[in-house]
């Protein structure tokens, strides 16, 4: 889930099909043995095969970093029609050191939908195996409309975007005034999109950039596919399966996107679509965990527990935030910040998404807790001192964090002589989801959609259910006749490998049991580690992808892998300096393990 990163965001039911359990992981097991290989349809081949297709590349190795070429190359906006419109999209490759060792090429794709495949490219060498990088290019595409690709854009400039978007500057809209502006927001932005965003908004399905890649791919010379896909990239590794199942080499998909409930059916379409996703359960589970296992722990490994109950606090804190927002900090370049109930969920959500998600919740949720109590004693005055302190040390930390994912794009943005002055991010992550899936039709039916998920998913379930409010079908009328929506059962020309983790907080755990029950001849591969994706959290689960791309070798069935960092099992005393500042700032992420970046406090969440 990564974006271009902003200091403060401008727009701020499923059902397992044959399951088995095995050493604890839902197994998934399909009808009957796959035999022979799905081909790819005649309309499909006949759209992407006759499209001619040249890269212009260009040497930009002194800004991203040794063996690196940018391109570009010319798409159709449709392709039912191969000489009409075109779009243009920006790739970034890495070449392999030694080309006598090469296998071919890796795609990867680090989700959102809106992530920028150029800069997880020139990220690559940080969270990427010596093993892969020694054997593939590296190739990483920015998805039509998308980031240095041809933008797409649904208002005439800035002004008019912050205006229409304004009602959206929450995580999710709590009270009737913020929802009424929440909703009328979410219908400008679908009119917008739908009329000023066409036709490239109405372009943007996952299909479409499935038979981008599709050219890219034989562009590049590869027979077949190799392809590494994370969170919303799973479900592009999805589609791509099953719109060219016999053009698979290997194909991993980590973090994964129930493709039914993405895509929707016309017994769901009732209900929004980031809510048929159960995005919301998969968070509010991984921190009822934490929050166990802290108890379990006790005071000794877990400072949430030296004041009670740690459930207890959570819903004392909730209590106090809903009745009224507390003051985090002062911050000198963005004023006070306030701690309201969508800001609280969606700075756990960001702690949830990291590998060591037990330390983040513990430390931040303790200054939280904090700052309820009454400061009447000098103790307890300095406590909250030294909680603000912390918290805008954590806050701080999330901005860097965000910033420094985007730094490539920037960097080579000053390089090439231009940057990105009207930022597009929300309607490239808009436009692929309501082009994918079905919604209701009307943006007020989110309101009763997210009193559902409150109960189900208390604040989690709101935040994940309103992100996909600008979808209503009688606003955001832009449609892609060339969508894919199913089916998802295509046997491939080499297994897919599917990875889920227990505790994912944006793709829920059954997102992954789904999709491997669904694809004959897939293996699901379940890991218990801690935060958004498994590759880089868990050594177990990244030695098996990297075995199964480089040599097609799946992991035994039912495994499980085990995450490297798990929750309270270092005693607080050994965990360095009494200061809390300091010691959060040491928490923080020096090198991303993993291409995902979590979403910042008062954001939409992306996927």
């Known amino acids: 889930m ?50 001619k297709s040249t890269i212009d590349w260009f040497d930009c190795s002194a800004v991203v970093g040794p063996r690196s070429d940018c391109g570009t190359i010319q798409l159709p906006v449709d392709y039912d029609q191969p000489t009409g419109a075109k779009t243009e999209v920006s790739l970034l490759r890495v070449r392999v050191a030694d080309p006598k060792k090469k296998v071919g090429t890796l795609f990867i794709n680090p989700g959102g939908p809106g992530g920028s495949g150029v800069d997880i490219a020139a990220n690559a060498s940080a969270f990427l195996s010596p093993a892969l990088l020694a054997k593939f290019d590296i190739v990483g595409f920015d998805p039509r409309g998308t980031n240095f690709s041809d933008n797409v854009k649904c208002f005439k400039n800035l002004g008019e975007q912050a205006t229409a978007l304004s009602g959206l500057n929450t995580a999710f809209p709590y009270g009737t005034k913020a929802t009424t502006a929440y909703v009328s927001s979410a219908e400008k932005f679908g009119k917008a999109c ?17 038979r981008d890649m599709d050219v890219l791919r034989r ?79 006790g005071k000794d490994y877990c400072n949430l527990a030296t004041t009670g109950d740690p459930q207890l606090q959570y819903a004392k804190l909730v209590a106090a935030v809903k009745k009224k927002p507390i003051l985090l900090f002062s911050d000198p370049d963005y004023g006070d910040e306030y701690l309201d109930y969508p800001t609280l969920v969606s700075w756990l959500l960001g702690d949830l998404y990291a590998p060591d998600a037990g330390t983040y919740v513990d430390w931040d949720l303790s200054g939280m807790v904090s700052l309820t109590q009454p400061a009447t004693t000098v103790k307890a005055k300095a406590a909250q001192v030294a909680a603000r302190k912390a918290l805008q040390a954590r806050y701080d930390a999330k901005q860097a964090a965000a910033t420094k994912a985007g730094a490539p794009s920037v960097k080579l943005a000053k390089k090439l002589g231009f940057g990105f002055p009207y930022d597009n991010s929300p309607e490239a992550f808009q436009s692929v989801l309501c082009t994918d899936g079905l919604n209701p039709a009307k943006a007020s039916s989110w309101t009763s959609a997210a009193a559902y998920a409150e109960n189900s998913a208390p604040g989690f379930g709101p935040l994940w259910t309103w992100a996909s409010a600008p979808c209503a079908s009688s606003t955001w009328t832009a449609r892609d006749e060339d969508a894919y929506a199913g089916a998802f059962t295509h046997t ?10 227990f505790w994912d907080p944006a793709t829920n755990y059954q997102g992954a049991v789904k999709a491997a029950s669904l694809l004959p001849s897939s293996r699901l591969l379940s890991s218990d580690n801690w935060g958004h994706t498994a590759y880089g959290t868990s050594a177990c689960a990244t030695n098996a992808i990297d075995a199964y791309l480089t040599s097609v070798k799946l992991p035994s069935a039912g495994k499980v892998c085990k995450g490297d960092s798990q929750p309270f099992t270092t005693k607080l005393e050994d965990q360095g300096s009494d200061d809390a500042a300091l010691k959060l700032q040491r928490l923080a992420p020096q090198q991303p393990v993993s291409p995902i970046v979590a979403p910042l406090p008062g954001d939409l969440p992306r996927y």
């Open 2 to 51: 990564t974006s271009r990163p902003r200091a403060r965001a401008l727009t701020a039911a499923l059902t397992a099909i044959g399951l088995t359990l095995v050493g604890g992981a839902l197994t998934a097991t399909s009808s009957s043995a796959a035999t022979t290989t799905s081909t790819t349809s005649t309309t499909e081949s006949t759209r992407v095969d006759r499209v």
């Open 194 to 210: 739908s009329t000023t965003g066409k036709p490239l908004s109405a372009s943007m399905s996952t299909a479409e950039v499935a």
């Open 219 to 297: 562009t590049l010379g590869d027979k077949k596919l190799t392809y590494l896909g994370f969170s919303y990239g799973t479900y592009l590794g999805n589609v791509y399966a099953n719109l060219f199942p016999d053009r698979v080499r290997a194909l991993v998909i980590d973090g994964v996107l129930d493709p039914v409930a993405w895509a929707g059916t016309t017994s769901t379409a009732s209900i929004p679509q980031t809510q048929r996703l159960r995005s919301g359960e998969g968070a509010d589970k991984a921190l009822q965990e934490i929050l166990r296992r802290c108890d379990q722990a």
């Open 492 to 501: 491939t020309s080499a297994p897919v490998l599917v990875v889920g983790s």
